[in-house]
């Protein structure tokens, strides 16, 4: 018997990190100091494997959303630059090579993780920049719709595409040039004045 999340700790680890169809159940099983057999025990397929893992990754990141947008009084522009920081230190770790192995070899895996990028997009970050907007931190005229399906839409494929991204740039000045300087052209002349908007 082994200790499932354990397992999918490590199975996303590597996957992320080599790539699913790379990185063997073999390679996994030796990893682990088990045998392949154990994982026949509690997985059907590598499939399962790949999609139950990344699942486990995903709720992970959720959670630590969740946790972010859901605290009181917090201020909503300063939630959105910690929940991106969050989300590039994630796409840091993950390769082109998984993120292309999902969309190539692992539909439903691939399904799972699009329904997340849009619901980070169209439920996390569209719900804080509602806020901002009725708590008139966001200019009147930024339509959200607009905003979200253009720009916040598309930053994760952005730093996917330059592979190198994160070997020449840290976290911290992604951050600054796609996400705070963003921000600080959508909000309000009053907020900029009576708040810096630094990393939280």
Avoid: Q
């Avoid at 999609?51 to 009181?72: G, Q, V, Y």
């Avoid at 607009?146 to 000045?173: P, Q, R």
């Amino acid at each position: 018997m082994i200790n499932k999340d354990r397992f999918l700790e490590i199975a996303i680890s590597k996957f992320t990190r080599f790539g699913c169809k790379r990185f063997t159940l073999d390679d996994l099983a030796h990893e682990m100091g088990i045998s392949k057999k154990t994982i026949y025990e509690n997985f059907d397929t590598k499939e399962t494997i790949v999609n139950d893992s990344l699942d486990f990754l995903l709720k992970k990141i959720e959670l630590e959303i969740i946790a972010i947008t859901t605290k009181k009084g917090a201020n909503p522009i300063l939630s959105i630059i910690e929940i991106y920081r969050i989300g590039f230190l994630y796409v840091k770790s993950i390769s082109p090579t998984y993120i292309n192995g999902l969309r190539k070899y692992y539909p439903k895996s691939n399904t799972l993780y699009s329904d997340f990028k849009l619901r980070f997009t169209h439920t996390y970050i569209k719900g804080l920049l509602v806020k901002a907007h009725k708590s008139n931190l966001i200019k009147a005229t930024i339509d959200i719709d607009l905003t979200c399906d253009l720009y916040f839409g598309n930053l994760e494929n952005l730093s996917l595409i330059a592979s190198n991204l994160y070997e020449k740039y840290t976290v911290d000045e992604i951050l600054e040039h796609l996400i705070i300087t963003y921000l600080r052209g959508i909000v309000t002349e009053e907020y900029l004045k009576e708040n810096d908007l630094l990393i939280p």
